[in-house]
């Protein structure tokens, strides 16, 4: 059906009103007077009874049926049963306009009168909405009336706020994001169902203090502050907090929004907020910002590897050259050199007489230096020598090696009474010229560097594990101080001055490049006046049994 207008039965005053407006809705879609009285008639009387024995009745009025055949409505409907107690009124009614139906429903009781009604083809859609507005506008027949109607519309606004609460509530419970409206102190007025599901607290008990437990302890001092402020000056709030879920108990990464409301007279008057859940967000922020390091850390790496790269090409060649020119050099100097010491000799031999005390003294003073050059040059030469062959191995029997450099040193040895205390040493694979050079630095550092007042003693021993020899070149001379173990194996690295020790401060940098070229290692440990030991690692595999 549909409705014209409706009436509610509850009092007398509504009779009447149920009356008029029969009798209107029946002139409007134009029944005669006399069908207009007797329809009237006939509802009013169902009216009384619904007022009498119902519970809050109301009658309908409209136009129902198809296109071409429409009939005038006229129902009353009431949750109870009233009708047992209206047969006199039903059968008066039905006496006057016939067609009246008593239906029963689960809601209750529905009393139906239809009437066919003339050119019902006419009576389309909008001219119906044309009779309800009428009704809409009809002017008040009494106060009564206008309170009445007055009520009605307040009822209708009230179903439409409720209704778009409940679509308000809808809405935001169906959004995946929690909801919420505080008051201006802060209080909680209104959160979607998420907030619970996620706090796991009722709203009721989400008060200020409440708060300490859901914000993580890290975030809260901020949370509180940034809350403070923003309830203070009236200001949005926006922050990303960690919230704990009721589920897991673990602390969950959420946007937190809050904005201040304000009312037509521009004041201050709530708050609404949301809270949205970017812990995933997070997450992938730090992954992205962790990944983005390592490539930064990768692509700075792979940089210093390929300028790592370019110096040790530089380095090698420039070494290269440097050996070529050391090597070179020291080879053309030695010529010059022989004869600068012939000359000299020849002066101090032949012209001895013919030099006063200050020229020989001048004379002598070169011997020296030209001899400490031939030294000197002697010493590159070995060591440049080392980098530019390949070395041929073969057995080398060390007990011979080391027998033959202490006849080298037969005088010195003498000289100092040194004594010497070598095991018995191992048949190794390796170049016998160049061991020998190993050793004799040794030995000739070890009885350099002795004590004066003390008689060197010089022990030279091995062991051996599965993979290696371990050679050990001790003496109980002056020593070092230990953190300079590894610099006096560097080229020109001397720990004492000519005037207390000749020397180059090249030869532990020979030993050093043999021991490599052997694919071992060398070591030193010391004690400053007490002794000095170097250790000697040469694997196995270059070695014959
Ligand atoms: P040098 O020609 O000066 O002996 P080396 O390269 O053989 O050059 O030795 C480097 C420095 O190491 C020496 O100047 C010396 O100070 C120290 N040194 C080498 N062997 C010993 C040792 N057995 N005892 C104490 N110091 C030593």
């Known amino acids: ?60 009025l409209g136009i129902d049926g198809t296109a071409t055949r429409k009939y005038l409505v006229a129902r009353i409907e009431d949750s109870i049963d009233f009708s047992l107690k209206c047969q006199e009124a039903l059968n008066y009614a039905k006496r006057l306009v016939g067609n009246i139906e008593v239906i029963k429903t689960p809601k209750g009781i529905q009393i ?112 509180n502050r940034a809350v403070t402020a923003a309830l203070q000056k009236a200001t949005p709030l926006k922050g990303q907090y960690r919230l704990k879920e009721k589920g897991s108990g673990n ?54 590897q390929q300028e790592l790269q370019t110096k040790i090409v530089e380095l090698n060649r420039s070494n290269y050259e440097l050996e070529q020119f050391a090597h070179l050099a020291t080879h053309d100097l030695q010529e010059p050199l022989r004869k600068l010491f012939f000359y000299a000799d020849a002066l101090k031999t032949k012209y001895h007489d013919k030099f006063d005390a200050s020229g020989l003294n001048m004379l002598k ?7 400490r050059m031939k030294e000197l040059i002697t010493d590159l030469l070995n060591y440049s020598q080392l980098h530019q062959q390949k070395l041929d191995f073969n057995p080398v029997d060390l ?30 694979n390796g170049h016998a010229l160049r061991l020998r050079q190993l050793f004799s630095n040794l030995i000739s550092n070890a009885l350099k560097y002795s004590k004066k007042e003390v008689v060197p003693h010089i022990q030279i021993s091995v062991s051996q594990t599965d993979e290696k020899f371990v050679f050990l070149v001790k003496d109980n001379g002056i020593g070092f101080e230990p953190q300079y ?37 060398i070591s030193a440990t010391a004690v400053p006046g007490e002794y000095s030991a170097f250790e000697i690692e040469l694997p196995m595999a270059a070695v014959v049994n």
């Open 112 to 223: 139906m009168m239809k009437h066919l009604l003339n050119f019902s083809g006419t009576f389309t859609p909008g001219k119906i909405d044309s009779y309800a507005d009428y009704f809409k506008n009809e002017p008040a027949i009494s106060p009564y009336d206008e309170l009445r109607r007055k009520n009605l519309l307040l009822q209708e606004f009230a179903d439409k706020i409720r209704d778009s609460e409940d679509d308000y509530r809808t809405l935001t419970d169906s959004l995946p994001l929690m909801m919420f409206t505080l008051n201006n102190r802060g209080q909680l007025t209104y959160s979607n169902k998420w907030i619970e599901q996620f706090l796991g607290i009722p709203p009721k008990e989400i008060t200020a203090a409440a708060w300490q437990n859901i914000v993580h302890p890290d975030d809260y001092a901020t949370f």
């Open 1 to 60: 059906m549909k409705e014209i207008v409706s009436v509610s039965l509850e009092n007398d005053m509504d009779l009447i009103l149920a009356h008029k407006r029969v009798m209107k809705v029946c002139e409007l879609t134009g029944f005669s007077l006399i069908i207009q009285t007797s329809i009237a008639t006939a509802i009013s009387e169902i009216a009384r009874c619904a007022i009498e024995h119902g519970e809050g009745a109301s009658l309908k």
């Open 485 to 521: 173990k590894d610099r006096i194996f560097g080229l020109f690295e001397r720990l004492h001055t000519r005037d207390q020790f000749p020397g180059t401060g090249i030869g532990l940098s020979i030993c050093k490049r043999i021991v490599e070229l052997h694919h071992g290692h």
């Open 365 to 371: 003073n070169m011997t020296n230096a030209v001899s």
């Open 399 to 428: 007990n011979v090696t080391v027998q033959d450099i202490l006849k080298d040193f037969e005088i010195t040895i003498q000289e100092k009474r040194a004594l010497f205390d070598i095991g018995p040493l191992p048949l190794v």
């Open 251 to 304: 602390f969950v990464w959420h946007m937190i929004t809050a904005l201040p409301l304000k009312n037509e007279k521009d004041a201050q008057v709530k708050w609404m907020g949301f809270m949205v859940d970017i812990d995933a967000h997070r997450l992938a922020e730090k992954t992205l910002k962790d990944n983005m390091d390592l490539k930064e850390v990768q692509e700075k790496l792979f940089e210093n």
